[in-house]
């Protein structure tokens, strides 16, 4: 199956350049092949090729059909980059071909990384989405401070992993209710401080463990996004 991210398809029915140049040099499709679109919005399309150029290639759509997301809501990862970007850019690989929403970095007293090139990111992010055969591309925002990120309002589940033994915390996969639009806070290589651990809980965050295993930044995102999908698949 030839895959082809599209997002302006239902607008123009050629194929971004990047895209054009994939399918015509590197692929050699030809008029005549039947490749199929998707549009990061939950919208896959089967279609032809009706013009084989390598900067605009033309499309006639034959067919649309959604994604299958009935199994899960809305999943947020709000995490601390990590100093070594090639960790997150990891994370956003493995934590699409798992299936969440929306990435957001988080800017901590601790963290090592202040900036993040959401190009290169969202680039992997839509690789991602396409090797694992998904139409839903996750929402890449830019680094946001924890103080205004823990006070905005959110209808779900919201949680912080942290490390703090001093403060009760419970298992994920026990705090966390099936079906629920989520989102899950993991900090810096440091850990959160403990005044913005305290600042969470004040907002409605519930603090949560990930096991035993003291993780990495983005072993424990990753561990987060697989364990919201398993709860979510099992409770069909």
């Avoid at 939950?42 to 994604?67: D, M, S, W």
């Avoid at 519930?206 to 993780?215: D, E």
């Avoid at 983005?218 to 364990?227: D, I, W």
Wanted: glycine share 4%.
């Amino acid at each position: 199956m030839h895959l082809f991210y599209t997002p302006d398809i239902e607008n123009i029915k050629l194929l971004p350049e990047e895209e054009s140049n994939h399918a015509v040099k590197v692929l050699r499709l030809a008029e005549g092949a039947e490749i199929t679109l998707l549009d990061g919005k939950g919208t896959f399309y089967q279609a032809v090729i009706t013009l084989a150029h390598p900067k605009r290639c033309a499309v006639e759509i034959l067919n649309t059909y959604p994604e299958d997301r009935s199994h899960r809501p809305f999943i947020q990862i709000a995490v601390a980059p990590t100093k070594n970007i090639d960790r997150i850019e990891w994370l956003a690989e493995k934590a699409t071909e798992i299936g969440f929403d929306k990435l957001t970095f988080l800017k901590c007293r601790y963290s090592e990384r202040k900036e993040i090139k959401r190009e290169r990111i969202n680039k992997i992010l839509i690789s991602a989405m396409k090797q694992s055969l998904k139409a839903t591309l996750p929402e890449l925002t830019d680094m946001t401070d924890f103080k205004k990120f823990v006070e905005a309002p959110f209808e779900g589940q919201k949680f912080i992993a942290h490390c703090y033994k001093e403060t009760e915390r419970v298992l994920l996969s026990k705090s966390y209710k099936p079906g629920s639009n989520v989102t899950i806070l993991i900090g810096p290589e440091g850990d959160f401080s403990e005044q913005e651990v305290e600042l969470a809980l004040k907002n409605g965050y519930v603090p949560v463990s990930l096991g035993k295993s003291r993780l990495r930044t983005e072993t424990a995102a990753l561990v987060a996004c697989h364990t919201i999908n398993v709860i979510n698949e099992i409770n069909e």
